[in-house]
């Protein structure tokens, strides 16, 4: 059966006691870290980027802030600790 998937847009913005990575995180977000949620950039600074994703539909897509905290629990387990607003798009 085909998975369907939720596209979603992403804003990050560093954490004051991570600003030394935040550029580290943001490329590696871009390079794979979240295995099943492929990122594109669209902008970035040095405290601040959006992306473009999609992930597989399920419980952790019901709302934004779940979505959201779904994907910083994820990112927690790879050592990237950023603050994450979700906007899925319906």
């Known amino acids: 059966m085909p998975v369907a998937f939720i596209p ?3 804003h990050a913005s560093v954490r004051q ?4 990575t ?7 977000l871009t390079d794979g ?13 040095n405290t601040e980027a959006v992306f473009r994703g999609a992930v597989p539909k399920g ?6 802030a779940s979505l959201a905290q779904y994907l910083q629990d994820r990112l927690a ?3 990237i600790h950023l603050d994450l607003t979700v906007s899925i798009e319906r």
């Open 22 to 28: 935040f550029r580290t995180d943001i490329e590696r």
């Open 33 to 45: 870290h979240l295995r099943s949620t492929p990122l594109d950039v669209l902008r970035s600074t």
């Open 8 to 10: 979603f847009t992403l």
């Open 17 to 20: 006691d991570h600003r030394r």
């Open 59 to 64: 419980a952790h897509t019901a709302t934004n």
């Open 77 to 79: 387990c790879e050592n």
